[in-house]
């Protein structure tokens, strides 16, 4: 290294930078609501929702965890890979979806 670095001189160009201008309609809102359309194999009825997906907050992930661990029985090390992601994403879903019918919930298990 030839050049050393002037710390002072970046902190200070960055400082006159200052922050960037963020455009409030490139966020992401914290909820959306989603349609969800599911034909029931037993019975052949055309089942509908609107479901709010939320962003979890830390407590709520959390709960995820809590619950892939339950989903697991074993030490998580021992699921296969797909099996993994199959219940991460059931926990996830049954924590993000605010107020999920009971038969959204059962076609996702």
Not at 25 to 49: C, F, K, W
Not at 71 to 88: D, I, M, N, S, T
Request: charged share 25%; proline share 6%.
């Amino acid at each position: 290294m030839d050049e050393a670095l002037d710390l002072r001189a970046i902190k200070a160009a960055a400082e006159k930078a200052g922050k960037p201008e963020i455009d409030k309609a490139d966020l992401v809102p914290r909820e959306i609501t989603i349609s969800i359309q599911y034909r029931n194999p037993d019975t052949g009825a055309l089942m509908h929702a609107n479901v709010i997906s939320r962003v979890m907050r830390g407590e709520q992930r959390a709960t995820v965890a809590r619950m892939e661990a339950t989903l697991a029985g074993v030490p998580w090390e021992r699921l296969p890979a797909l099996q993994q992601g199959r219940f991460h994403a059931l926990a996830v879903c049954s924590v993000q979806l605010i107020d999920a019918p009971d038969w959204l919930l059962q076609a996702l298990s």
